[in-house]
């Protein structure tokens, strides 16, 4: 019942921008955290960035810190991660997921309960 879509994915050239959304449905999501996850061709998922649901406390790898944003809109249920100066290696499948509360690791893949299918971002050289 609870569906996470991602959204605005696609082919870029290095140094050029895009901006995903994840829209959440089937419930309300109150006190979960949002976050966005990646995994690159013959490479193990890994966290990207992640949202509180009040405090908008936000944390990144440090890889896109500086270029890249995560927000939300919790009206919307929607959360956004905008990716800025994208370069190669930033290539992968982006996924968006949720978890309840702020227990253990936010930035763990096997904290988080619902997770989107995925998109695509291709960043050429």
């Known amino acids: 019942q609870v569906q996470l879509v991602e959204s605005g994915g696609g082919l870029v050239q290095a140094g050029g921008s895009l901006r995903l959304s994840c829209a959440a449905s089937?419930?309300?999501?109150?006190?979960?955290?949002m976050g966005w996850f990646r995994q690159a061709p013959g490479k193990e998922q890994e966290f990207v960035a992640v949202?509180?649901?009040?405090?908008?406390?936000?944390y990144y790898t440090d890889p896109v810190k500086g270029r890249f944003t995560i927000s939300r809109d919790n009206a919307k249920n929607t959360v956004y991660l905008q990716m800025n100066s994208l370069k190669p290696e930033d290539t992968a499948i982006y996924y968006c997921?949720?978890?309840?509360?702020?227990?253990?690791?936010?930035?763990?893949?096997?904290?988080?309960?619902?997770w989107g299918q995925g998109t695509q971002v291709t960043v050429s050289s």
């Open positions: 997921a949720a978890r309840y509360g702020l227990g253990g690791l936010l930035t763990s893949v096997s904290e988080y309960r619902y």
């Open positions: 089937g419930r309300t999501f109150s006190n979960y955290a």
């Open positions: 949202i509180t649901w009040s405090s908008r406390s936000t």
